[in-house]
């Protein structure tokens, strides 16, 4: 059973530019959580959706950012118009069960914004 | 809202040393706490789960209490080893579907 998988591992755009985070939870898994990691920070929970449903994004910031949980394929975490405070990691992390004790991450995606 | 924060924030031991990771959190109606290791460039990997009701949790050279009332939780790193070197982070969640989780301890092991 693959873990939870994300990609790209690392991204690279100019300000201004759009970045998508691509996270496939594990196999089994409907229930998928995006944190943030900022430099010398910890992670920040930013948001948390079930197939098709946001379900909690009090951690999103309220513009540009935007994130969805498809039917079909992974979930997708969208900036747009990248700025350099956008630099950071990215994390998913996938659960089977609504509970959050059994948070699987996956290997995150570093961005970083010219 | 919850805080979490983790002392040191970085530590430097010789192998075979018996450790301790502290963490702390300022509000102690938790749901669970989890301790999780963090390798450079890679994802999170878990090592214990306490829940609320639990005290401690053990695993292998690994041992977490947890003091609710106090808001504290300590990582018990026995025998150390140059492979245990990483950033070990805390995480704590209420009842909702997030982790709130600390900056972490920087943990090296010098062979």
């Known amino acids: 059973n693959a873990g939870v998988m994300q990609n790209p591992r690392h991204l690279v755009r100019r300000r201004g530019q759009e970045a998508r985070l691509r996270c496939s939870p594990m196999k089994g898994h409907s229930h998928v959580y995006w944190y943030r990691q900022l430099p010398e920070e910890g992670l920040k929970f930013m948001v948390y959706l079930q197939k098709e449903n946001i379900i909690d994004e009090s951690g999103m910031p309220k513009e540009r950012f935007s994130a969805e949980f498809p039917k079909e394929g992974p979930s997708i975490l969208r900036i747009q118009q990248v700025v350099r405070g956008d630099s950071a990691a990215y994390f998913c992390?996938?659960?089977?069960?609504?509970?959050?004790?059994?948070?699987?991450f996956g290997p995150g995606t570093r961005l970083l914004v010219l | 809202k919850q805080e979490v924060t983790q002392i040191p924030a970085a530590l430097s031991v010789p192998e075979g040393e018996n450790l301790v990771l502290n963490c702390s959190f300022t509000d102690s109606a938790i749901y669970n706490l989890q301790w999780f290791r963090q390798d450079p460039g890679k994802g999170l990997t878990s090592l214990l789960l306490i829940q609320s009701s639990q005290r401690e949790q053990t695993s292998g050279r690994l041992n977490a209490s947890l003091d609710k009332s106090s808001g504290r939780s300590t990582l018990y790193i026995a025998a150390s080893q140059p492979g245990d070197s990483a950033t070990y982070l805390c995480?704590?969640?209420?009842?909702?579907?997030?982790?709130?989780f600390g900056t972490g301890t920087s943990l090296t092991v010098i062979p």
């Open positions: 995480a704590v969640s209420n009842t909702g579907n997030q982790f709130y």
């Open positions: 992390a996938s659960s089977p069960i609504e509970t959050i004790q059994t948070q699987y």
